[in-house]
């Protein structure tokens, strides 16, 4: 099953530079793994913002979860999710 | 997977009372239907609203999508769909 | 260019059935010419609604519009748009 | 009376992680008491988010409320209530 | 257990002013009905606006909503219901 | 005149609990006097949240707002308030 | 007490050019009306809209529903009412 | 002065193919001339609506209004307004 | 021109109450200014707020802007600005 | 490609004067060169915020966040983008 995650990543001030670039490319070997995986699909980012808007593959909601959840900046992150069905047009 | 869908209900003027009653049975029927083979699991009725709130099972979005447009009243409605995930108090 | 569009079709109560029969074919048939030529890439649908999700390029948000306008079921599609830059990591 | 509620929970970032170990621990402990009295009867985990929502049951919003500020993250929970009629297909 | 209860009445255009006339009479004299049984405690109108926010009290909301729908004008009534718990001071 | 006032009270996480706890008792000390005044009429709790509901009579919104400036915690209280008309059935 | 009263008013398609002038004479004759009593003090109009923001002075708000309900207009308008309190620097 | 002003026309669907096309090049003709007296300085679609963003200058709101209120269209438009500053950089 | 401008005030912890006191008598002292040059023609407050709407004229919204900016406590100002048109009955 | 992008900056509290006045000018450099470079055109200033809304240029989304991206407060803006269509009439 697909679904549409929006999020947008804010790291607090009192982070050192040093901690968030590491933060940072952890992030990116993570979300390298789970597109490995086939759970990360596809990744936009919105113009102007420090938010992305991604294609998702997952069995339910639990495994998403458990997804986005394993990416390092989660506790940063404000997650927005939303379910997909199939279009006819592409059955 | 578990999804919280609410949906309300408006028939449109021009529907007869007769219409109207006949489309509320098949309804019931189709939502009992539902009932029995375990996709519809709870209903609860929004106070003071034609609206519901209910819990229903599917194995993804499309399934889901094809059991609400398999409601008689699925054209009059306006629904809104909620993915769930397991919590872990509860695995 | 790519943009995500989500619309939502309500047609009115005075077109008979076979009228909206009518124009749900000839709107196939166009999505499908959209999709031959690369503009139209991927229809999800939103569970529970008659609301789409797709995933479009176009040269530009001129572009984008003459082809959403090309649908013939645009003049009964409420339509958002929003524009989609190269995340880095699918640089 | 059964209500719908829903909470997302943000511990400040002055707690140690120690407190916050121990708060979730107590947090659970309390759950389930609230479980085994019969005034929580299922939590669903919104997915992408530190949020919940869950089906209570008392006896009015007094005992609801009162259940809820037993919670020891209470303090940190955002919390929304919304009040559940019987649906007569389950009277 | 008290409600806060507002709602706002639209009456079709297509109703003769007769028929609203006389759904109003039977609007008052259900309402006196409700507050001589204590299910209607006060009512008032918000200023400039068909509508009005009342103060309710029964059992649970299934009970509250049945008091709701015995109102002749409950079909072109749009509501929204508020629990209210009991505050410190007024135990 | 009738008010129905909404507010909702955060006090600053750099408050000591004995600051709080006197804050509060000088709240509640403040509301008394209100109460027996004839400017707070009833209080309700909005169940989930530390927030409450109140039905105030003023003379007009200036008088309101002395009555709501004078209380303790008003430099921690987000306030709404929505002015009420008498209703034909109470005149 | 003082007021900002906004209203947008929307005469139904189904009115004749003639009822509407008529209607429209009417509605300025008695805002002229309220102007000389001194309970209409000022009227703007939003640019580009068919909308007036007011200054009213009204005893309390019953009073001002009732001469907001005096206007002939008073069925097709959507009002919303805001009450205000002097400032401190104009007492 | 500068104004942002965005509209989105609807034309009722008792208004017959003919009347629309008129309205529509009356509608032209008159955007030429607001055009040449430089009231009117750009014009942009929203993707995907019929609506458009404008860029208007006019010497304060009431003028404004008053050109906005000379489209033949505007008995159908939703008109919102943004008043526009200079910003420093382009003093 | 117009305008109507509502502001709230939120002065940051960490000031001193002797520094939000001498802001507060500037800030007097210049809104003093502005009313004897005719720019800030009245002002209200929002009852139970730290917040006011005013009725402000400029020759246009950089004037204004100015205006507004020339306040002692414009950095912890949350403003915004509504353009009036004159009423047809007030010309 | 043209784009509306409106940006409300807030600098934290913890930044210097000097650091923010440095940062200014840093800002005001680097605008003028996008300006130079034909992909900032317009800015204008919304009154009574420290807000902008502006008319840019890129050949598509990704272009337009790099430019973004480039303004040294880019870190601290609230940033919306806003695709825009050739209007017929300009074509």
């Known amino acids: 099953m697909e679904f549409l995650v929006r999020f947008e990543t804010t790291l607090p001030d009192s982070m050192s530079a040093d901690q968030a670039q590491q933060l940072k ?6 979300a390298m793994e789970l597109r490995q ?5 596809r990744l936009w980012r919105i113009p102007g913002r420090r ?9 339910d909601a639990t495994e998403l979860h458990d997804a986005l959840a394993s990416l390092p ?9 939303e ?3 199939t ?3 592409e059955r």
């Not at 900046?73 to 999710?81: A, G, N």
């Open 83 to 85: 379910p997909l069905a």
């Open 73 to 81: 900046q989660f506790p940063w992150m404000e997650v927005s999710v």
């Open 51 to 59: 938010a992305v808007v991604g294609l998702w593959e997952a069995d």
């Open 87 to 89: 279009h006819p047009q």
């Open 25 to 30: 490319s952890q992030e990116r070997a993570r």
């Open 37 to 41: 995986e086939g759970t990360l699909k």
